[in-house]
């Protein structure tokens, strides 16, 4: 049963472009995620979001900006993407700002920069 | 920081064989999670395991707290198990959760 839901599936664009990726969760939870799946399948946190206030920013390029309206939505955006941000994108949400609430998953972002 | 290493990196096997998948971690852990992700992307929760044995399904996952492990077990693979199974641990006192680079499964008919 799908309760995080990212738009759009899949994105390309040319070095330079901005983007924006959305991402709106269902279940009532506190928090939610970015991270980036880069080509070996590893994932790496970009931002966490607890009541709209950003409590984990990895190192991430300033490029990069998460917006948040409300606790359901987490969109994220790349002012001038680069080739090295082709990658997929996945959205979570958790219950709580906790260690052991499990993480519930978008489909992903799918972005293709040429 | 959380080190998560998984083996195999990858598996092949027939329709029917059984699966074992490991996950080791660096540092004391209160929460461990199994993922699924399809050959399409989408990232879906197994089941969470900090601790003992979990079953769902044809899954077994056993965690050894003290020992840093933990396996996921599939029993009578089918061809729609292929995929990356991903473990993944949240460190003590932080909301950051820390992957693996997951297993590789492909299940051939």
């Known amino acids: 049963e799908t309760a995080v839901f990212q738009t759009p599936n899949y994105h390309v664009t040319q070095v330079g472009n901005e983007v924006s990726f959305n991402c709106k969760q269902t279940l009532g939870h506190d928090t939610m995620y970015w991270y980036k799946q880069d080509s070996k399948k590893l994932l790496k946190i970009m931002f966490s979001?607890?009541?709209?206030?950003?409590?984990v920013n990895e190192t991430v390029p300033r490029r990069f900006s998460p917006q948040s309206s409300d606790k359901a939505h987490l969109n994220l955006r790349i002012k001038s993407v680069e080739p090295e941000d082709s990658a997929v994108y996945l959205c979570?949400?958790?219950?709580?700002?906790?260690?052991?609430?499990?993480?519930?998953f978008g489909a992903g972002t799918r972005l293709s920069v040429l | 920081g959380q080190q998560v290493q998984q083996s195999p990196a990858s598996l092949v096997l027939q329709e029917g064989e059984n699966a074992e998948l490991q996950c080791n971690f660096s540092?004391?852990?209160?929460?461990l999670q199994w993922f699924y992700q399809s050959p399409g992307g989408s990232l879906v929760s197994l089941l969470s395991?900090?601790?003992g044995t979990k079953h769902t399904g044809r899954l077994t996952s056993t965690t050894v707290t003290k020992e840093r492990r933990s396996s996921l077990h599939i029993s009578s693979s089918q061809t729609t198990d292929s995929g990356t199974y991903l473990c993944a641990i949240p460190p003590s006192n932080t909301n950051k959760v820390v992957f693996g680079t997951g297993t590789r499964l492909q299940v051939l008919p």
């Open positions: 979001y607890n009541n709209k206030q950003l409590i």
């Open positions: 395991n900090p601790s």
């Open positions: 979570a949400s958790s219950l709580y700002w906790a260690s052991q609430n499990t993480l519930y």
């Open positions: 540092s004391t852990a209160t929460q």
